[in-house]
């Protein structure tokens, strides 16, 4: 269990990820999503002295958990998206690297802190920014969108399918004079217009997720950080992503198979085919022993590929 102040985090998948995606300990590596570093600690712990390990963090309280928790010479830490992260390690004079790790979703200290806004089980403003110095908070999203795109947004990245009814709910109250602003406003508003839920969860689990997911932008940001990873990776440098719902592995799933194959140019349809750049090596799942001490794992999914030779 990885130390994060007065809230604390139990990394997921730890020795399966850094099996994964340690290929080299002389290698230079990226942690896209440092979250309270459990994953960073253990892939220091086996680089050699000339190993590297860059990770990123759009969380300024998890920077400031790196830089204050991790002191070592090979390691450091960049308050930014792991989807620009192309930049930064050019800045950094890195041009490719030997293993790309991204852990994705939200951190139990962002769940667990009820000032981040994140949870249904705490009242407070309604943030759910994992960077709260950017963007718009999920309350100003409510307090500005129409109702159509509020229902897409929940139907959409919650996958609820009572966005509509939702959606209309959240409007009439804003119509009303006054707008949801709490997690405990919102969850009230959801309890009326779900009607029906799965037993043992809240009925705003979903309408949570979908807004989540939006005032992050994390389905587009998972998109540009594997198409940057797939870049930089060396032949035979790894991608590992752990995810926490179908949205997300759907992206990764169909990312790693469609660089799996070859690919015809068909506007040039008599010149090579243009070569796959990923092998995929496996789907893991936690063990059940994990699953009994950390039951935040039981919808973790990690992918594996390799980056393929680059033909001359």
Do not use: C
């Not at 459990?38 to 220091?44: I, W």
């Not at 709260?132 to 908070?137: A, D, I, Q, V």
């Not at 010149?271 to 496996?282: S, V, Y």
């Amino acid at each position: 269990m990885d130390s994060g102040g007065q809230w604390q985090h139990t990394t997921v998948l730890l020795a399966e990820a850094i099996d994964a995606l340690l290929t080299t300990p002389d290698g230079v590596y990226v942690d896209g999503t440092f979250g309270r570093g459990g994953h960073s600690r253990a892939l220091l712990e086996r680089l050699s002295p000339s190993g590297r390990l860059i990770a990123f963090d759009r969380d300024p309280e998890a920077v400031a958990a790196a830089r204050s928790g991790i002191s070592d010479a090979r390691f450091s830490i960049h308050h930014a998206r792991f989807g620009a992260m192309s930049q930064t390690l050019a800045d950094l004079g890195v041009t490719g690297i030997d293993g790309l790790l991204l852990d994705l979703g939200v951190s139990s200290p962002q769940i667990d802190n009820p000032a981040r806004g994140f949870s249904f089980r705490f009242e407070a403003p309604l943030d759910m920014r994992m960077d709260p110095t950017r963007g718009e908070s999920a309350a100003d999203f409510l307090a500005r969108a129409d109702e159509r795109h509020i229902a897409e947004v929940i139907r959409d990245h919650g996958e609820e399918r009572f966005a509509v009814q939702i959606a209309k709910a959240l409007v009439a109250r804003r119509e009303g004079g006054n707008p949801v602003r709490t997690t405990g406003e919102l969850s009230e508003v959801v309890a009326r217009a779900v009607k029906t839920r799965e037993p043992g969860q809240d009925p705003a689990t979903r309408t949570f997720q979908g807004l989540r997911i939006h005032v992050n932008a994390e389905l587009e940001e998972l998109e540009q950080g594997l198409k940057s990873g797939v870049e930089l990776l060396h032949p035979s440098g790894r991608l590992v992503v752990i995810s926490f719902h179908s949205l997300e592995d759907r992206i990764v799933k169909t990312f790693i198979a469609r660089e799996s194959r070859s690919e015809v140019d068909r506007r040039a349809p008599f010149a090579p085919e243009q070569p796959h750049r990923l092998k995929a090596l496996g789907r893991i799942k936690p063990s059940y022993g994990e699953l009994r001490a950390n039951p935040r794992a039981r919808s973790a999914v990690m992918r594996v590929a390799e980056r393929t030779e680059v033909p001359a």
